[in-house]
């Protein structure tokens, strides 16, 4: 699919987050000034729209990188013991045997 020249605005996606400083001078790295409050911004695909201002870098990181949620672990399935011996190919014994 071709795409019309001067288009590209228009195909650009939205809803970017970012976190501006809104201390003195320019926008330098964000850990130049870690305690200064944050604008959040988010791209609307022309322009960034300010939607939330935050006290810190840290406040802003944790609103723009939330953790990941935990995942359960599946429940261990039982899980036959191993023969005895050390050899890499022994054979499990059943549940039967190994309660004797």
């Given at each position: 699919?071709a795409?019309?020249?001067?288009?590209?605005?228009?195909?650009?996606?939205?809803?970017?987050?970012?976190?501006?400083?809104?201390?003195?001078?320019?926008?330098?790295?964000?850990?130049?000034?870690?305690?200064?409050?944050?604008?959040?911004?988010?791209?609307?695909?022309?322009?960034?729209?300010v939607?939330?201002?935050?006290?810190?870098?840290?406040a802003?990181?944790?609103?723009?990188?939330?953790?990941?949620?935990?995942?359960?672990?599946?429940?261990?399935w039982?899980?036959?013991?191993?023969?005895r011996?050390?050899?890499?190919?022994?054979?499990?014994?059943?549940?039967?045997?190994r309660?004797?």
């Amino acid at each position: 699919m071709a795409v019309p020249a001067g288009s590209h605005s228009v195909l650009q996606r939205t809803g970017f987050v970012r976190a501006v400083p809104l201390g003195e001078g320019p926008h330098r790295g964000a850990h130049v000034d870690p305690g200064a409050p944050r604008a959040i911004e988010e791209w609307t695909g022309t322009d960034w729209t300010v939607i939330g201002i935050v006290e810190s870098l840290a406040a802003a990181q944790a609103l723009l990188y939330p953790p990941p949620p935990v995942q359960e672990k599946p429940a261990e399935w039982d899980r036959p013991a191993m023969g005895r011996g050390r050899g890499r190919h022994r054979k499990p014994i059943s549940a039967e045997e190994r309660d004797r």
